[in-house]
């Protein structure tokens, strides 16, 4: 009987021996595993997914790029929600989408190595990282898994199966490695998911994470993966690179921001949210307005497109929970937002910027523009060219997805969107603030 098309790695402390099937091989599955992650360039998306002992989740995604190309590599290219790492053979920078101004820096003279970033990066459970650029298993069959410590894997044969099996003997480490499934990419292996049990009883967390393949125009040209220092002031620890708090926090409302339509006209927010709550079926679920703001001062970046295609896809997932009669479903309407001075505010500059069109924003709101300047948005986000704003019915700002020097996909972006409108919607309502003298065509 021939296994599935899935290979599956099983250790657990409290058993002493788990035998699981590797797909078509009788021999050591390493060499699949390096021929991926070691050579040519590759991207996945890593979801992760903590259970704690109370049952509640919390989830969230890195993107992961990896070159073996060039005089420098290996290069790595590291997404951690606002966190950005990039590190090739000689030196770590890494950088904060909230945060423009700064930016660490550290110089390797051994080269890139499992240890130097257990050193410099936050504690993070990725094999495949480690996989890119260690030496692989020891003669003695200990596998390396970052983050967590090492198993030791030995290959047996089974008449029962066509292909070998895996023994896994032991394994070293805080964590308990509970499981690691490989899968297959043409003819190697690369990762699908790890389980691993930190601490136990109440303390105990339960950590998942699972990986796919970035699609080849989402891992992007190698030079793109690099985190420009112009401008930037070095800090010394990693731990210092903090997001610049505004004057506007999440809760508050939002200051007005003038907005305005193509055809030069004020748009009303009040307008908007009677759109979404007018919908059937009743009673409507919270309404959400999404902003994404930009200040165009040159090329747009290319992470907007991506922003621009997870609001889209956003908005019409929840046009279709509503079309499907779920009477509580959130209800969202989203905009790109361009930021002008007062000064710049003209039918030939509007015009200019709206012929600007973005692919995939069937779903949009129309294209709506600013009038007061960057200086009101960046009470919100201070010294960004680009972040989402999310608004509740009452004009508070709910959240705020940065998206400055950021290489994500649109799922990645449609994802912190959804966990803004989930945790907030989940919070007691609180009375609504007073409305400022800007009302309603402020679009606050």
Known sequence: MRVPAIHALVCAALVPVAIVACVARADDPWPGVAAHYQSGVLGEKVTYRAVNANASERSSTVILRVSHEGPS??????????????????????????????????????????????????????????????????????????????????????PGLDSGVLRIMDQRGQARLESVVLRDVGPNLALASVKVAFGAG?????????????????????????????????????????????DVAVGDACPAMGLITQSIEGWSFADAVGRLTGQNPQPSGPAWIAFLVRVPDGPPPPVLAQAVRGLDGLVREFSIQRMQGIRNSPRLEAHEVAVLELGEV??????????????????????????????????????????????DEHQRIAGVVRLDGRMVDADTIAGEVRRIISTRAAEPENKAPAQDSAGDGGGQ
């Open 73 to 158: 590599a290996p290069v790595v290219r590291l997404d951690l929600g606002n966190l950005i790492i990039h590190a090739d053979s000689t030196r770590i920078i890494a950088a904060h989408a909230g945060n423009p101004a700064a930016y660490f820096e550290r110089t390797l003279t051994e080269g890139l190595t499992t240890r130097v970033l257990e050193e410099t990066l936050p504690s993070i459970v990725m094999p495949q990282l480690g996989w890119a650029i260690g030496r692989g298993p020891h003669e003695d069959a200990w596998w390396d898994i970052l983050g967590v410590g090492r198993a030791q894997l030995v290959v047996d044969e089974d």
């Open 346 to 391: 003209s039918a030939q500059r509007v015009a200019e910027l709206s012929r600007l069109q973005t692919v995939g924003a069937d779903s949009m709101g129309e294209r709506l523009f600013s009038t007061t300047g960057r200086a009101v948005f960046r009470r919100i986000a201070p010294q960004a060219a680009a972040a989402i704003l999310v608004l």
């Open 202 to 246: 109440e303390a105990g967390t339960t950590l998942e994470l699972t990986a796919v393949d970035l699609a080849p125009a989402d891992v992007g040209d190698v030079a793109s993966w690099s985190i420009s220092t112009e401008n930037r002031t070095r800090v010394e620890r990693l731990a210092d690179l903090r997001p610049i708090p505004g």
